[in-house]
């Protein structure tokens, strides 16, 4: 596990607001590329998205499987 640089969505915006367009197509580009892996992230939330350098990183994958052989 490493550390990441960044702030997380649920400090920039809370948990009860959208985020941004620009953050949500980034979270939204992230999750495509699990899914065409057959990766499944359970546990997306603002807290596990990360803003970091221009970049949206999803963390805590302690949820995360292969579609129909995880949890």
């Given at each position: 596990?490493?550390f990441v640089?960044?702030?997380t ?7 009860d607001?959208?985020l941004p367009g620009?953050i949500?197509?980034?979270v ?5 590329v699990l899914?065409e ?11 596990n998205?990360?803003?970091?350098e221009?970049q949206?990183?999803?963390v805590?994958?302690?949820?995360c499987?292969?579609d129909?052989v995880?949890?």
């Amino acid at each position: 596990m490493g550390f990441v640089d960044g702030i997380t969505a649920h400090d920039s915006f809370g948990d009860d607001s959208s985020l941004p367009g620009t953050i949500f197509d980034k979270v939204k580009e992230v999750v495509t590329v699990l899914h065409e892996n057959d990766l499944v992230f359970g546990d997306l939330r603002p807290p596990n998205i990360m803003e970091s350098e221009e970049q949206v990183l999803l963390v805590d994958f302690d949820w995360c499987a292969k579609d129909g052989v995880g949890m």
